[in-house]
T-cell receptor, first 119, second 113 residues
Framework: DGGITQSPKYLFRKEGQNVTLSCEQN?????MYWYRQDPGQGLRLIYY???????QKGDIAEGYSVSREKKESFPLTVTSAQKNPTAFYLC??????????????????FGEGSRLTVL | ELKVEQNPLFLSMQEGKNYTIYCNYS?????LYWYRQDPGKSLESLFV?????AVKQEGRLMASLDTKARLSTLHITAAVHDLSATYFC?????????????FGKGTRLHILP
């Protein structure tokens, strides 16, 4: 089945540890995004990538890092520099064709999310 | 900087009533999305609005877009308990060709049986 797989669903981290959240997609979508969700804050953009080997910082990139070595994969590392990492992390994709057509709505498709808790 | 504001942020209403959620945004955009989120779950796409005057309906929900007023509405008709969820609007900020999608803070809707 086509879709977006995030793992792990739940993750506990001790302070000072780096952790990596996985996001894999088999939708053949070009663009991939990482959002963070805190209660009452909506979704905030951490990083996004429009093509392989390229990515841009979002609004809250400090303390996070990403890579995009393959079209299917966009892992997010939460580093020890992120002071308040407890949150719900959502990965999303977007087809983003080179030439926008009327069929390209630009909407995001979301994975199931990963909940990170710092102990 | 694009700002997306939803109101109300919390809404408790009785079954059978009608209500409207508002989504205002600060910069020109011609694409707006509505998503639903159930507690502890991911986001589910509800509506995609791509032009001024666009109106989409699905069951008891209807969404509209006025790009001149920079306003979208999500109208709930004769609410039922199953519609209890958090609803987000999201707006595209065209930035060269690297579109950023910015979300509102969400409207938590609680429908009383």
């Amino acid at each position: 089945d086509g879709g977006i797989t995030q793992s792990p669903k739940y993750l506990f981290r001790k302070e000072g540890q780096n952790v990596t959240l996985s996001c894999e997609q088999n939708l053949n979508h070009d663009a991939m995004y990482w959002y963070r969700q805190d209660p009452g804050q909506g979704l905030r953009l951490i990083y996004y990538s429009q093509i392989v080997n390229d990515f841009q910082k979002g609004d809250i990139a400090e303390g996070y890092s990403v890579s995009r070595e393959k079209k299917e994969s966009f892992p997010l590392t939460v580093t020890s520099a992120q002071k308040n990492p407890t949150a719900f992390y959502l990965c999303a994709t977007n087809p983003r064709r080179e030439v926008l057509c009327s069929c390209d709505t630009g909407e995001l498709f979301f994975g199931e999310g990963s909940r990170l808790t710092v102990l | 900087e694009l700002k997306v504001e939803q109101n109300p942020l919390f809404l408790s209403m009785q079954e059978g009533k009608n209500y409207t959620i508002y989504c205002n945004y600060s910069t020109t955009s011609d694409r707006l999305y509505w998503y639903r989120q159930d507690p502890g779950k991911s986001l589910e796409s509800l509506f995609v609005l791509l032009s001024n005057g666009a109106v989409k309906q699905e069951g008891r929900l209807m969404a509209s877009l006025d790009t001149k007023a920079r306003l979208s509405t999500l109208h709930i008709t004769a609410a039922v308990h199953d519609l209890s969820a958090t609803y987000f609007c999201a707006v595209v900020l065209p930035l060269n060709r690297d579109d950023k999608i910015i979300f509102g803070k969400g409207t938590r809707l609680h429908i009383l049986p």
